[in-house]
């Protein structure tokens, strides 16, 4: 079965450093989305991204945030000037073409970061 | 609006018990796709199950099985002799198309420990 891979699995990073968190999606997904879970806190979505540009982003992705697709394969998550509040785990998905009917909506196994 | 209700944050059951975890969600779309996930202590979201707005089937998959009533806006889960490695939080999630793909929202999760 297709993987969404996610690198690094865990990161630490000391308040106000930038980080750069990667996945690769699935080949043959159109629709890339970042999504974020605090500790002992329910999955919150962060943005999604399509053609290239954003399509959607949440209260919390702010200006601090970033996506990229800096080449064809890889999509990326920048957190500027990273805060305590910051600390989580960080899920990405790919998801295939609106209205497929047998729908594919992957997650990647998570970055946990930790800022310090 | 979309929301995703789970009602129950916590349930304890003994080994080989059954126990069902609910799920309402709330949508105004006739099309959305809803899903379960298990997230073990190792933090990654494991997929269980997909279901599509239009398939009101039930599933079973060995020990597990899911009931699907519109009628109700319910997508309840139900683990039938429960182990110990079940010990998990379950997430149940909603999916539906907007400009961007599919934004999937979550609900709160269940935590479900299974004593041996």
């Known amino acids: 079965e297709p993987e969404v891979t996610q690198t690094p699995s865990h990161q630490v990073t000391q308040m106000g450093q930038e980080v750069i968190l990667r996945c690769v999606p699935i080949?043959?997904?159109?629709?890339f989305y970042w999504y974020r879970q605090i500790l002992g806190q329910k999955v919150e979505f962060l943005v999604s991204f399509y053609n290239n540009e954003i399509s959607e982003k949440s209260e919390i992705f702010d200006d601090q945030f970033s996506v990229e697709r800096p080449d064809g394969s890889n999509f990326t998550l920048k957190i500027r000037s990273t805060k305590l509040e910051d600390s989580a785990m960080y899920f990405c998905?790919?998801?295939?073409?609106?209205?497929?009917?047998?729908?594919?909506?992957?997650f990647g196994s998570g970055t946990r970061l930790t800022v310090v | 609006a979309q929301k995703v209700t789970q009602a129950q944050t916590e349930i304890s059951v003994v080994e080989k018990e059954d126990v069902t975890l609910d799920c309402v969600y709330e949508?105004?779309?006739?099309?959305?796709?809803l899903f379960w996930y298990k997230q073990p202590p190792s933090g990654e979201l494991v997929f269980l199950i997909r279901?599509?707005?239009?398939?009101?089937q039930n599933e079973i998959s060995g020990r597990y099985s899911w009931n699907f009533q519109k009628s109700t806006s319910s997508f309840n889960f139900t683990i039938t002799a429960s182990q110990v490695v079940d010990s998990a939080v379950y997430f149940c999630a909603l999916s539906e198309p907007n400009t961007g793909g599919f934004k999937t929202i979550f609900g709160a999760g269940t935590r479900l420990f299974v004593k041996a």
């Open positions: 080949s043959n997904h159109l629709y």
């Open positions: 279901r599509n707005s239009f398939d009101e």
């Open positions: 998905a790919s998801s295939e073409r609106r209205g497929a009917t047998n729908y594919g909506y992957t």
């Open positions: 949508t105004r779309d006739t099309t959305y796709y």
